[in-house]
Structures are given as structure tokens and as C-alpha cells.
T-cell receptor
Framework: DTEVTQTPKHLVMGMTNKKSLKCEQH?????MYWYKQKAKKPPELMFV???????INESVPSRFSPECPNSSLLNLHLHALQPEDSALYLC?????????????FGEGSRLTVL | QKEVEQNSGPLSVPEGAIASLNCTYS??????FFWYRQYSGKSPELIMF????GDKEDGRFTAQLNKASQYVSLLIRDSQPSDSATYLC?????????????FGSGTRLSIRP
């Protein structure tokens, strides 16, 4: 079982809706990530939080808004999405110093935008 | 654009044989290298990481790194049907606390009984 928990597992929303994806880890990791993955494509980095501060934003449209309320939680707020935003959204975490890239992924939230 | 390249496959290997997966990367400053396994419909799972030139073995898996050639590979010995999955090569820029991890497009491996 993964130690990174994502909710909901599936989400269907209209283009005018506002929804949020949630991610939680209790491994004491201090870096947390959001990735987007389309079918048969690799994960694409969206955001990185390090010690609860946004450290990397890969020029993601503002309709995606990340939030890190504390060291264990990571949210992704969604608003006015487009059908092409339908994808698997993966949350991941890693230990901080000296262990970059050893990512622990959650099971993902599969998003469908109608 | 920094890139990580893999042959998309599918790579078909008979059960019990050695599967060899390859990856090249463009950023000479890359310091950390990873192999993730992803089953269909599931999230990626880290199976190997390597930071120094040479070989690193863990059970049936061996990761090989050649920084001069900008090449990293994964060998799977005694391949099992359960090894059938997509294998993602990932490359990190350094040892900072939250660096960019770039994934290759993945190689689909199929182990035939």
C-alpha cells in the first residue's frame, strides 16, 4: 500500500466547476509534487513544494492553483478547467536534502472534464 | 530543452531471459538517475536509483550508469510475467531539496511465458 494518499480517486467536473484534489503523506517528507499524466505519456511536472514553500511552477495555467497547508498536506484547486485537462493527477513526496528524485507516488486522481 | 529519451517498445522478452532497457539524457549536469515501474492504470513505483558511474545491483535488477556517454540502463534478470509493465527512466538535476525530475516517455516491456 502506498503511503501517499490521494482523494478523490475519480473526479468528473464541468468546465465551470470548482473542485480540489487532496494529497497526504505521513513519512516526514519535506518535498511534495504534483504531476499530470496523460494516457501512454510520462508524468509531467506541474509544481514542487519544498518545506511548504512553492519552489517550482512549470508555467502551469492559473486555473490550477496549488496549496500546501502543512508539511503533510498538498492540495490542487481546480477552476474553469478545459476538457484537455482530463488526465491522471499524481501527487508525490520525497525526503529533502540529498535524496532528490526518490519519489513516492500516490495512486492518483483521475480527472474527467466535461 | 533538457530531454530524457527511451525506446517506447514494446520490448518482448521470453520468461527467464534478461530484459535490457536503455535511456539517454541530454543534460550533462544531471546527478541522479532513477527507474520507475508503472503497471497499466497504476502510479509509478521506484525500483532502482543510481548516482555514480558503474553498476548497482538489487536482486534481479541491475542499473548501469555511464555519465561520459550520458547513458543509463536497467537489466532485469530471470524475467517474470509480473515484470510486464512500462519502465520510466527519470533524471534529476542535482541534490537540492526539490529539484526537477524529468521522466522519459517509458519503455513498455512484455514478458512472454
Amino acid at each position: 500500500d502506498t503511503e501517499v494518499t490521494q482523494t478523490p480517486k475519480h473526479l468528473v467536473m464541468g468546465m465551470t466547476n470548482k473542485k480540489s484534489l487532496k494529497c497526504e503523506q505521513h513519512m516526514g517528507h519535506r518535498a511534495m509534487y504534483w504531476y499530470k499524466q496523460k494516457a501512454k505519456k510520462p508524468p509531467e511536472l506541474m509544481f514542487v513544494y519544498s518545506y511548504e514553500k512553492l519552489s517550482i511552477n512549470e508555467s502551469v495555467p492559473s486555473r490550477f492553483s496549488p496549496e500546501c497547508p502543512n508539511s503533510s498536506l498538498l492540495n490542487l484547486h481546480l477552476h474553469a478547467l478545459q476538457p484537455e485537462d482530463s488526465a491522471l493527477y499524481l501527487c508525490a513526496s520525497s525526503r529533502s536534502t540529498g535524496s532528490t528524485g526518490e519519489l513516492f507516488f500516490g495512486e492518483g486522481s483521475r480527472l474527467t472534464v466535461l | 530543452q533538457k530531454e530524457v529519451e527511451q525506446n517506447s517498445g514494446p520490448l518482448s522478452v521470453p520468461e527467464g531471459a534478461i530484459a535490457s532497457l536503455n535511456c539517454t539524457y541530454s543534460d550533462r549536469g544531471s546527478q541522479s538517475f532513477f527507474w520507475y515501474r508503472q503497471y497499466s492504470g497504476k502510479s509509478p513505483e521506484l525500483i532502482m536509483f543510481i548516482y555514480s558511474n558503474g553498476d548497482k545491483e538489487d536482486g534481479r535488477f541491475t542499473a548501469q550508469l555511464n555519465k561520459a556517454s550520458q547513458y543509463v540502463s536497467l537489466l532485469i534478470r530471470d524475467s517474470q510475467p509480473s515484470d510486464s509493465a512500462t519502465y520510466l527512466c527519470a533524471v534529476g538535476a542535482g541534490y537540492s531539496s526539490a529539484s526537477k525530475i524529468i521522466f522519459g516517455s517509458g519503455t513498455r516491456l512484455s514478458i512472454r511465458p
